[in-house]
T-cell receptor, first 111, second 117 residues
Framework: DAKTTQPNSMESNEEEPVHLPCNHS???????IHWYRQLPSQGPEYVIHGLTSNVNNRMASLAIAEDRKSSTLILHRATLRDAAVYYCILIGYNQGGKLIFGQGTELSVKP | DGGITQSPKYLFRKEGQNVTLSCEQNLNHDAMYWYRQDPGQGLRLIYY???????QKGDIAEGYSVSREKKESFPLTVTSAQKNPTAFYLCASSIDPILTSGQETQYFGPGTRLLVL
C-alpha cells in the first residue's frame, strides 16, 4: 500500500497561512492525492484533491511537487474552526481504490 | 438536505451481545463504506459495498457483518465475535465506487461511538 508521511502536529496563529506537508515517495503515476480533515468527534470531510497540477477551491489550495513525491495543503487564512486532524491520502488502482488513512496532522490554531 | 445519517450517536454493548449500527444516505450514491477509528488513530476499512446486494470485506472484517438490501441503507452488525468493539464507527458513501477512479469523494456520516459495558 502506498504510504504517506505527515508531521504528527502543527500549530498556527489565527488569520495566518498554514502549510501542511505530506510526503508520498512511493506514489504511482495514477494515484490521486486527496486531503480530508476531521474535526473532533465528527466524521472526516473532503478538502481537496489533485493529480499533477496545483488545485484551488474555496477551502484550500493543494501544491503538488513536480516529481509528485510530496504535496502541501495550504490554508490561506487559518480560523479557529480549521483546528482539526488533516489526512493526506493516496487513492488509485494500487490501493484497490480504498482510502488508506494514516495518523494525519493535528492542527491547532491559536487566537 | 442530502446527507448521511448514523444512529445512534452512542451505543452500549453488553458482553456476548450483537448490536447493529444504522447508516442511511439520501445522496443516491451507489457505494457505501464502514470504517472503524480507535483513539488517536486513522480510519480502518471494515466493509464496503459497491452496489445493492453486494459487499466486500475490508481490512478488519472479522467480528462484523453487513447487509445491503436497499441502496439507501448499509447497516453494520458488531457480533459477539468482535472481542474489542469499543471504537468510533463511521459510515461513508460515494457516487461511484472509488475503485473506478482516483477522483471519487467520500461523504461521511457523524459517527456512532460504541462502548462496552
Amino acid at each position: 500500500d502506498a504510504k504517506t508521511t505527515q508531521p504528527n502536529s502543527m500549530e498556527s496563529n489565527e488569520e495566518e497561512p498554514v502549510h501542511l506537508p505530506c510526503n508520498h515517495s512511493t506514489i504511482s503515476g495514477t494515484d490521486y492525492i486527496h486531503w480530508y480533515r476531521q474535526l473532533p468527534s465528527q466524521g472526516p470531510e473532503y478538502v481537496i484533491h489533485g493529480l499533477t497540477s496545483n488545485v484551488n477551491n474555496r477551502m484550500a489550495s493543494l501544491a503538488i511537487a513536480e516529481d509528485r513525491k510530496s504535496s502541501t495543503l495550504i490554508l490561506h487564512r487559518a480560523t479557529l474552526r480549521d483546528a482539526a486532524v488533516y489526512y493526506c491520502i493516496l487513492i488509485g488502482y494500487n490501493q484497490g481504490g480504498k482510502l488508506i488513512f494514516g495518523q494525519g496532522t493535528e492542527l491547532s490554531v491559536k487566537p | 438536505d442530502g446527507g448521511i445519517t448514523q444512529s445512534p450517536k452512542y451505543l452500549f454493548r453488553k458482553e456476548g451481545q450483537n448490536v447493529t449500527l444504522s447508516c442511511e444516505q439520501n445522496l443516491n450514491h451507489d457505494a457505501m463504506y464502514w470504517y472503524r477509528q480507535d483513539p488517536g488513530q486513522g480510519l480502518r476499512l471494515i466493509y464496503y459495498s459497491q452496489i445493492v446486494n453486494d459487499f466486500q470485506k475490508g481490512d478488519i472484517a472479522e467480528g462484523y457483518s453487513v447487509s445491503r438490501e436497499k441502496k439507501e441503507s448499509f447497516p453494520l452488525t458488531v457480533t459477539s465475535a468482535q472481542k474489542n468493539p469499543t471504537a468510533f464507527y463511521l459510515c461513508a458513501s460515494s457516487i461511484d465506487p472509488i475503485l473506478t477512479s482516483g477522483q471519487e469523494t467520500q461523504y461521511f456520516g457523524p459517527g456512532t461511538r460504541l462502548l462496552v459495558l
